[in-house]
């Protein structure tokens, strides 16, 4: 469209004055017919959109996903076809539990989404830097994240509500681990890997299916902000990671992750000793090791942040052909959630934001409702199935495996039956060394011992399941003596 140097109205109407409004003499009250200061005023009033009620806070880049090594044996998906391939992505690293004003230094996990604009839709990969989460159960999330959030009664951060819930969730303790050690508060978002966390499947040509996880690797390497650079850094910038991103595109130093895959078949799968779609647990890297599969390069800045960042709508449903799902609660919860958050937060035509539009050409029956853009289909129809043959029609090209569910029934199983909620994360404790091993217990000890006994007593049992060590330094560090009688059945023998 042609640039015009004069400024107007959205109806396109020249402006004369934009610094005077119209009155009745120089001191005289405006007049009602000022449709320049009422437009101006009435758009003012509507600039706020709602923010993601999780993951407000965040910075988002550009930039392009090759392709290194060759899995079409695993996946037909047309971006991963040829080594070499490039596709077009945008990325977006949040925090979760703050606003959208909220620091970026905050100790939290961080959002990882990447959408694929590949030439057979978008592909969303909505991760996180944490390899689990706290829930396995997409019942428990609200809860969960109620106790992220401010309390009802002051609007203040409490940490009673997060241990409080945390002490009655064992499953939590694996992501708590994490987000209490020293990865619990990244440096920026350049020096943190992302995760798909969830078992998703992988499908080849001939229709087979594996099982996978997907992992970014930062190339700048993990590097991490203590408690107190932490503070140090909110006191004086709540932005530092928004505009790390930012200086480092801007001045060409571009980031880098090196995405792999993990690969489970459906054989190894049957015999896994987990159960291999539980989103509390990892698959062992010496089991199932890491595949380089490409390398996630961004190198393009927003040019308007709203446009692009505010206004990204990722989905876990935003899936390609040759990706799919895999039996994991709280992914396929998820996958019913996020659009109906999208169309809450950015209306029901959403995906015809540029930003979420698809760069691919596509076909959809869907007509009409708020804010429909472009031609809105013309004349083509608008039902199927139809007579004509030229209209877009379903195929069974892309029908997908079925999933074998056996002989089940459907009921409110206990999540907790037979699940070993602690062997992981004494893994994890084990593997640290001695000073992260430290840090990790006074970052818990330091919001833990903000809240009542009993539900210290409550936690610490949790810590010294997944290891005896764990329990006993934080039992010393809130300066509780540990008697036998205070601790489960099993642990009963350990004195203090
Ligand atoms: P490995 O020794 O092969 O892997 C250990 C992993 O721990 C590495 O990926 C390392 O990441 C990561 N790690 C190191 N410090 C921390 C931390 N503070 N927070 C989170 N991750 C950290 O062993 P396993 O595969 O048997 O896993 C052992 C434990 O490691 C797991 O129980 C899990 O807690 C954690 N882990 C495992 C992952 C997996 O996919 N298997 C992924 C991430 C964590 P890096 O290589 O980047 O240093
Ligand atoms: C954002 C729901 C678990 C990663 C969101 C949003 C909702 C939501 C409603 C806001 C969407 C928006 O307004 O744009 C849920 C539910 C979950 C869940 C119901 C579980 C039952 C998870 C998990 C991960 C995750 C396990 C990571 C593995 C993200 C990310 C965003 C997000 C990265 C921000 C995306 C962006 O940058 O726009 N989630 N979530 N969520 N969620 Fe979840």
């Known amino acids: 469209m042609e640039e015009r140097k004069?400024?107007?109205?959205?109806?396109g109407y020249p402006i004369a004055d934009n610094q005077n409004s119209l009155t009745a003499g120089a001191r005289g009250p405006v007049v009602m017919h000022d449709f320049h200061l009422s437009e101006k005023l009435a758009h003012f009033n509507r600039e706020r959109i709602p923010e993601r009620v999780v993951h407000a806070k965040g910075a988002g880049a550009l930039g392009t996903f090759t392709v290194t090594k060759d899995i079409t044996q695993y996946t037909k998906a047309k971006l991963f076809s040829e080594v070499g391939k490039q596709t077009p992505v945008l990325a977006r690293f949040s925090t979760v539990g703050g606003e959208k004003g909220s620091a970026d230094a905050e100790r939290d996990p961080r959002g990882f989404a990447v959408k694929f604009y590949t030439e057979e839709g978008n592909w969303d990969m909505v991760g996180n830097n944490t390899p689990v989460f706290f829930i396995r159960d997409p019942l428990k999330f609200p809860d969960f994240i109620h106790t992220q959030k401010r309390c009802p009664a002051n609007n203040l951060k409490d940490p009673y509500m997060r241990w409080d819930y945390w002490s009655q969730s064992p499953e939590a303790l694996h992501q708590v681990t994490i987000l209490y050690s020293d990865r619990g508060i990244p440096k920026t978002h350049r020096h943190m890997n992302?995760?798909?966390s969830h078992t998703y499947s992988l499908i080849n040509e001939d229709n087979q299916r594996v099982w996978v996880k997907f992992h970014f690797k930062t190339v700048q390497?993990?590097?991490?902000?203590?408690?107190?650079?932490?503070?140090k850094i909110k006191a004086q910038n709540s932005d530092h990671a928004t505009e790390d991103l930012w200086d480092a595109i801007k001045e060409s130093d571009?980031?880098?992750?090196?995405?792999?895959i993990q690969v489970m078949t459906e054989e190894q799968a049957k015999t896994h000793p987990d159960n291999p779609f539980d989103l509390t647990k990892v698959w062992k890297h010496a089991d199932y090791p890491l595949i380089e599969v490409g390398i996630l390069e961004l190198n393009r800045n927003p040019d308007n942040y709203f446009a692009q960042i505010e206004q990204a709508a990722f989905s876990?449903?935003?899936?390609v052909p040759g990706i799919d799902f895999s039996p994991d609660k709280t992914l396929l919860a998820r996958v019913?959630?996020?659009?109906?958050?999208?169309?809450?937060?950015?209306?029901?035509?959403?995906?015809?934001l540029p930003v979420n539009l698809p760069q691919c050409p596509f076909a959809t029956y869907q007509r009409d409702g708020a804010m429909a853009y472009g031609d809105n289909g013309g004349s083509t129809l608008n039902y199927e199935p139809n007579s004509d043959p030229n209209a877009p029609k379903p195929s069974t090209d892309y029908q997908e495996p079925p999933l074998p569910l056996g002989n089940v029934a459907v009921d409110r199983y206990d999540h907790h039956?037979?699940?070993?909620?602690?062997?992981?994360?004494?893994?994890?404790?084990?593997?640290?060394?001695?000073?992260?091993?430290?840090?990790?217990?006074?970052?818990?000890?330091?919001?833990?011992?903000?809240?009542?006994?009993?539900?210290?007593?409550r936690q610490l049992c949790h810590f010294f399941r997944a290891d005896t060590d764990y329990g006993m330094r934080i039992a010393r560090g809130l300066g509780i003596k540990i008697d036998p009688s205070m601790l489960p059945k099993e642990l009963q023998e350990l004195k203090a």
């Open 336 to 352: 019913a959630s996020y659009n109906d958050a999208h169309r809450y937060r950015l209306g029901t035509n959403y995906q015809q």
């Open 316 to 319: 876990p449903s935003a899936i």
């Open 254 to 260: 571009y980031p880098r992750w090196r995405f792999c």
């Open 417 to 457: 039956e037979g699940n070993d909620e602690y062997s992981q994360t004494g893994d994890l404790y084990r593997l640290l060394d001695e000073d992260a091993k430290q840090r990790l217990v006074d970052n818990i000890v330091g919001s833990l011992g903000q809240v009542p006994e009993e539900i210290q007593l």
């Open 221 to 231: 390497g993990i590097q991490n902000l203590t408690e107190t650079e932490a503070a």
């Open 6 to 11: 004069t400024l107007t109205t959205k109806d």
């Open 194 to 196: 992302g995760y798909g």
